[in-house]
């Protein structure tokens, strides 16, 4: 670790996947729309995949370049990683303010044994893309038993020499023993995938492919089997339908089931390990003391049988190009799946410092109609020209949604609520398909807005909203068509930090 490491040599077949990539829609196209018209007798029809078998060798070779000329190594308190090809990078940061080490493991690195490590301070982090599994826990290793040699003598330069100090050992292990928080049982995690909404993953997942082979799915086929079947043309229909539906559900529900694969929550010290995936194995850190809100989520299907989930709103200025990252947009899952007695019962464990009260659910009958009566004209005025250029079947699809729209405001009055408990606050909101509870600490806001118009004073009501750092951003918590006197009251404790009782 004191001299120059290279990556795992893993690296270059990413390197190769990253060049597919960059190149997926070119290669899609000549896949989709030239082969099947290719005329290998014209020397024409070579120029455009030509064009792209060069993109691809510019893309691998400049991969090759970037992987190669990439090394990293500790110098003095500082982890040092250099890159670049044509112009030299050099990133430096600080031990003492690493506060992450997480690991993401993709199907081809479990085979070769190969990680992709991302080594995270508050404000900035370095990513190694790919090292060995070895190398990943030795760096983790290395760099904890660093800062610890860094705290206790931290003016003292500390050497590769000091690092087999026995004594030292002993007393890093001591203080790095994992605790087990939670465990997802592959019956709770059967349950969560059917419960959740997999059929929006799958068509997310789908709809690209399906477009892409859209001209060669023999469609025909598929529908005179139909209809040899079902004679009406509506039978027809609703059959293709019910199997798109049923089909999507199974894949959803599978794709949810190997994401969340051995779902394993540990406890070091004021961090929490979470383990998670099976064919793209993650491990993150979340330190609790970035921790800027608590925020359970429960649909509306999983309260019916006593099931949440609970995510911690964290910190995190790191900028990375890596979409798999869930800790850069500051919502983490912590409790994917799990009752809610037991979720509190741990949370409460991991941060002390909350209680973790019960909202007081209610909102003015007043606001109600203002949850729908904009859309609902809307609605109505594309029903009336939908009508006049296609059907009259537009007004009861309009009314069918209006009607929903109703159902949900009315969802929202009885159902959403907040509660001050001291210097903690827990508001509860609505979601389209559920409630969701956030809890946080006074300490911890940046600001606060209150919006109202002429129409809501004359309602006595007003708009709220509290501000969180998130991310690298922050985050709006609050609730629309509130008491104004209540507003008020909030407006008192945002600045004095107090409540009347």
């Known amino acids: 670790m004191y001299s120059p490491q290279k990556l795992h040599p893993i690296s270059y077949i990413t390197g190769i996947i990253e060049a597919l990539k960059q190149n997926i829609i070119l290669i899609i196209i000549f896949l989709v729309f030239n082969l099947r018209n290719f005329d290998f007798s014209d020397y024409t029809s070579y120029i455009y995949p030509g064009i792209v078998t060069v993109l691809f060798l510019i893309s691998f070779i400049l991969q090759i370049l970037k992987v190669y000329n990439t090394s990293y190594w500790i110098e003095n308190d500082h982890f040092i990683l250099a890159t670049g090809i044509f112009t030299k990078e050099r990133k430096e940061l600080n031990i003492r303010r690493i ?38 826990e030795f760096i983790q290793q290395t760099l904890k038993e660093k800062q610890q040699s860094l705290a206790q003598n931290p003016e003292v ?91 999507s559900y199974i894949f959803g529900t599978i794709i949810e089931i190997i994401r969340n694969f051995n779902y394993t929550v540990t406890q070091q010290g004021n961090q929490l390990n979470i383990q998670y995936g099976l064919f793209n194995v993650k491990s993150i850190t979340v330190p609790t003391d970035r921790v800027q809100a608590v925020v359970e989520r429960q649909s509306f299907l999983r309260k019916l049988f006593g099931y949440t989930s609970i995510h911690f709103v964290i910190t995190s200025d790191m900028g990375s190009t890596d979409k798999d990252d869930v800790s850069l947009g500051g919502n983490v899952m912590i409790l994917p799946f799990i009752k809610r007695e037991k979720a509190f019962k741990i949370i409460r464990n991991l941060i002390p410092s909350m209680m973790f009260d019960k909202p007081e659910i209610g909102m003015p009958w007043r606001g109600c109609h203002r949850y729908f009566w904009r859309e609902s004209l809307v609605l109505i005025i594309m029903a009336a020209i939908a009508t006049y250029y296609w059907s009259a079947w537009s007004f009861a699809v309009a009314s069918f949604v209006i009607i929903l729209m109703i159902l949900h405001s009315i969802i929202v009055i009885k159902s959403s609520g907040f509660k001050l408990n001291g210097d903690e606050m827990i508001v509860r909101n609505v979601t389209m398909f559920g409630f969701k509870n956030t809890y946080f600490k006074h300490d911890k806001l940046l600001g606060m807005q209150i919006t109202k118009n002429p129409f809501l004073s004359r309602s006595n009501l007003a708009n709220f909203n509290f501000i969180i750092a998130k991310a690298a951003g922050n985050a709006e918590i609050g609730l629309k068509y509130s008491e104004d006197k209540n507003v008020k009251a909030l407006k008192k404790w945002y600045l004095r930090g107090d409540v009347d009782e």
């Open 99 to 136: 506060q992450t080490l997480d690991t993401s493991q993709g199907i081809i690195n479990q085979i070769v044994g190969g990680v992709k490590l991302q080594i995270k301070t508050p404000s900035d982090g370095i990513e190694l893309d790919t090292v060995s599994k070895a190398q990943s």
């Open 157 to 247: 330069n500390i050497t590769e020499s000091s690092f087999t100090n026995q004594e030292e050992e002993e007393t890093f292990e001591d203080k790095s023993q994992s605790i087990d928080v939670y465990k997802l049982t592959f019956k709770e995690l059967l349950f969560m995938a059917l419960t959740s909404g997999v059929i929006g993953v799958a068509f997310a997942t789908l709809s690209p492919i399906f477009v892409a082979l859209n001209d060669i799915i023999p469609w025909h086929l598929i529908t005179d089997t139909f209809s040899q079947v079902f004679q009406a043309t509506f039978m027809v229909a609703l059959i293709i339908v019910a199997l798109v539906i049923l089909l």
